[in-house]
């Protein structure tokens, strides 16, 4: 697709994108082709740096990503054969919420100054969507419509993809996300941060049929609710406190992937959904990888688990995002701003 400028003259066609993430703790940049074709990805955690306090401390967060994004951008643009002019590169995306507001302005500042000095189109994006465009990535034929579970550290949504663009939230959590519950009861049980990835190393050690942890599923519709749950964890080990740490992890893990099973796999009988698709951090968790696929192999509807490294956050969603939104007519001006509350809403 070729549009003009305001001048009438034509611009490039959009094929490479240059997706920036910002938005928590990872500093993340990626060359993506034709909005499916990786060419370059690069993501540099601040894990080590949060970890001794537990959670992001967000000032922290900030300043780390000042100091990586420019040696992380170089390192992206190079892998793609690319270089500081932005040579082939046809249009840049970088999220704009939601997340923590001073990380979302260092990827926004940095991609409005690119995106002036390249003179190419800049989109911002939402990080929920750029979340459902990971496994487009991979699946590019995915049929509609799609049911998506988005479990992450900060969400924990049922949405209803009629088409990319076209979403409708389903349900979504009414006090922890799923992933802050892993991260909350690693910390209580002493596998440190972040949790999920830990909980889910221990679990396979423990007995998921240990303890009896509550399956919440607050009110009829798919609402999620974890935070029982986590209390329920807590007072367990207070009152045992010799309960083996595997049993713990393994019995908590199984509630919390019972639910998420559950909820997301009625939404998609509520609509029809040719296939169920997880999306977000905690989607790389084993226990609900293998549980969905099951569920839906029983429902007769296709399973789409994006591989890990495209579960949790990276800057190739959002390149294949922006690449849809640019090829869409979607520009942003450049005083596109970081909104930490930014919604997910269709556009078409
Ligand atoms: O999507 P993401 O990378 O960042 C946010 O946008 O929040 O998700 C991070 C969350 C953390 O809470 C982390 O503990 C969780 O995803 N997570 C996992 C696993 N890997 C990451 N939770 C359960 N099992 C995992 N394997
Ligand atoms: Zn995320």
């Not at 082709?33 to 060419?39: A, F, R």
């Not at 793609?80 to 932005?86: N, R, T, V």
């Not at 922890?176 to 991260?183: C, I, K, L, N």
Request: charged share 20%; hydrophobic share 45%; proline share 5%.
């Amino acid at each position: 697709m070729t549009d003009a400028t305001t001048t009438g003259a034509p611009v490039r066609p959009i094929r490479r994108v240059l997706g920036i993430e910002t938005s928590c703790d990872e500093t993340a940049a990626s060359v993506v082709e034709d909005g499916t074709t990786i060419v370059s990805s690069v993501v540099s955690s601040q894990i080590d740096l949060h970890a001794r306090y537990g959670g992001v401390v967000p000032e922290l967060a900030s300043r780390a990503h000042v100091e990586l994004l420019t040696p992380v951008l170089a390192d992206a643009l190079e892998q793609a054969g690319s270089d500081h002019a932005g040579r082939g590169v046809d249009g840049i995306a970088v999220t704009h919420g939601p997340g923590l507001v001073g990380s979302l302005l260092v990827g926004v500042a940095e991609a409005k100054a690119l995106s002036m000095a390249w003179g190419v189109p800049l989109v911002g994006v939402n990080h929920l969507e750029a979340h459902l465009f990971a496994s487009l990535l991979e699946q590019p034929d995915l049929g509609w419509p799609l049911v998506v579970l988005l479990v992450s550290g900060g969400h924990t949504m049922l949405i209803e993809v009629a088409a990319p663009g076209e979403y409708r939230i389903m349900g979504g959590t009414i006090d922890d996300a799923a992933g802050e519950a892993f991260d909350k009861v690693a910390r209580f049980i002493g596998l440190g941060y972040p949790g999920g990835p830990a909980i889910d190393r221990l679990s396979p050690e423990g007995d998921p049929a240990a303890y009896a942890f509550p399956r919440s599923m607050p009110g009829d519709g798919y609402d999620f609710s974890f935070s029982g749950l986590k209390t329920s964890v807590v007072n367990r080990v207070r009152k045992q406190p010799d309960a083996a740490t595997a049993d713990v992890a393994a019995s908590f893990q199984e509630a919390v992937v019972d639910v998420l099973v559950t909820r997301a796999r009625a939404a998609a009988a509520a609509v029809g959904a040719r296939a169920i698709c997880l999306a977000g951090g905690v989607a790389a968790n084993s226990s609900l990888r293998a549980r969905i696929e099951q569920a839906c192999a029983d429902d007769g509807i296709g399973a789409f688990l994006p591989s890990r490294a495209l579960c949790t956050d990276n800057a190739a969603m959002v390149a294949a995002a922006g690449h849809w939104r640019l090829v869409h007519g979607d520009r942003s001006r450049l005083d596109l701003a970081a909104d930490p509350n930014l919604r997910l809403v269709s556009t078409v």
